[in-house]
């Protein structure tokens, strides 16, 4: 039978203890940083109606949308009436615009899960992965933007992640770059979706798409992205920028999340990036990327979205967010040589007859919290028992044979650094707990 046959299907992958070990950990710890902001959690359907995320995202976005065809009497069709979740965003305007009124505003919301996108599988990139999002819905406050960029930065740093930029710009100052360049209105979507490549592919294939594909003449198309790209380009846009109003507006509001969110989130890490564009159209002032070496893309993403809820229906609400991915995180700390959790306790048997006390051991140390295993494979070796703790990565080994046995004593050997000593059977539950969190 064909090994393929076994595998899961492109762009999804299976979690065997170790690598789910490290998701866990990694959700446990952005869900406490999000937590110590303020944002509280909200959790929606995996999939919702089509028409709820169709024109949401941009002509690129749509295609990525899994959708799911009808069923029942409307199979026959072939069209679709519900869809995949593409991200967390949508649904979260959803949710606003249903039950608006029952929330608090500003309404801090986070949210972890699964999303799909009907993606080309590479490096760091799935058809199936998890995000984990925060928002504020109700504030046109710069300081809102901080937060989430903040809450974003600290989550990155309690998960290990230290080595990172925060780029940042804003839809408004590239609306006034297009009018400043004469791109016209109707132009302007598509042009903005090609410049978001600017960190995908040469700058020359850019300006070739946006003559081809935006019908941008050959001196726009050429001079934009050569703008965008230069040594000196924050310069060059200031000065561009100083005879466009909406420019000034969009500068300003970078300028004011550089100065709220430079503090906490390190102001040697976030700058101000021209050629940052974020193709989703949803997007309506600043927006930023966070980036890390040895990752491709963004490890994180977001910006405000002042309109998306009223377009689903809901009240004119603003609202800006952030958005980690959690799946290149997890990558870079693979990276970076972090490992699953380890065990505290390896309890070895050295013979049947001492199967009573082992389990007595290891109920003890579960109830006093410690994480503790059994050996349970059939050789009564010890070598090969220690060989398994070992690979457990277990902090300790318990050895409790005939000798030990008779004295009431169990032997604790230090799994670090081959250390033993003996321990009374009644201390033994508060010495490792009390060496366990000693080594933590």
């Known amino acids: 039978m064909a090994v393929q046959q076994f595998e899961p299907p492109s ?18 710890v952005i869900r406490e940083v999000f937590e110590r902001y303020g944002f509280e959690p909200l959790q929606t359907p995996a999939f919702e109606r089509l028409e709820t995320l169709t024109g949401k995202y941009g002509d690129e976005g749509d295609k990525l949308i899994f959708k799911i065809l009808r069923r029942g009497e409307h199979e026959a069709s072939g069209d679709a009436d519900l869809a995949l979740r593409y991200d967390m965003t949508v649904p979260l305007a959803r949710v606003v615009a249903a039950y608006g009124s029952q929330l608090p505003m500003p309404y801090k919301r986070y949210a972890m899960g699964p999303v799909w996108r009907a993606d080309r599988p590479g490096r760091g990139r799935f058809r199936e992965f998890a995000q984990c999002d925060v928002d504020v819905v109700g504030s046109l ?56 490549k600017l960190d995908k592919q040469a700058p020359a294939l850019v300006a070739e798409e946006l003559m081809n594909a935006r019908s941008l003449d050959p001196d726009t198309a050429h001079t934009l992205v050569s703008d965008l790209t230069a040594d000196d380009a924050v310069d060059r846009m200031r000065t561009m920028l100083k005879d466009s109003e909406e420019g000034r507006a969009g500068l300003a509001e970078i300028d004011r999340l550089l100065d709220l969110a430079g503090p906490t989130a ?16 949803y997007y309506t002032g600043v927006i930023f990327e966070v980036v890390a070496d040895g990752m491709p893309g963004s490890i ?73 295993e059994v050996y349970l494979g059939s050789s009564r070796k010890l070598a090969k028992q220690l060989k398994w703790a070992a690979e457990r990565r277990a902090s300790f080994a318990l050895i409790y044979g005939q000798q030990e046995r008779g004295g009431g004593l169990v032997t604790v050997r230090d799994m670090d650094s081959g250390e033993q000593n003996h321990v009374s059977i009644d201390q033994l539950a508060s010495h490792l707990k009390e060496r366990c969190a000693a080594s933590r």
């Not at 993403?301 to 603003?318: K, N």
Request: aromatic share 4%.
């Open 11 to 28: 762009g999804t992958r299976d979690f065997l203890a170790g690598d789910l070990r490290v998701r866990d950990h990694v959700f446990a």
């Open 266 to 281: 390190g102001r040697e890490r976030i700058a101000f990036t021209p050629s940052l564009v974020r193709g989703l159209d």
């Open 300 to 372: 994180a993403s977001g910006g405000r979205y002042d309109h998306l809820i009223a377009t689903l229906g809901g009240p004119e609400v603003p609202a800006c967010g952030g958005s980690l991915g959690v799946e290149r995180i997890i990558g870079l700390l693979h990276s970076h040589g972090e490992k699953g959790s380890r065990i505290d306790v390896a309890v070895t048997i050295m013979d049947e007859d001492s199967s009573p006390d082992v389990m007595d051991f290891a109920g003890r140390l579960r109830k006093a919290g410690l994480r503790t």
């Open 141 to 196: 406050s710069p300081m809102a933007d901080a937060e989430v960029v903040s809450a974003v930065a600290a989550a990155l740093d309690a998960v290990g992640v230290h080595e990172f930029r925060v780029l940042v710009n804003s839809r408004r100052a590239l609306s006034g770059l297009l009018e400043v360049y004469g791109v016209p209105a109707n132009l302007g979507g598509g042009v903005l979706i090609t410049l978001d």
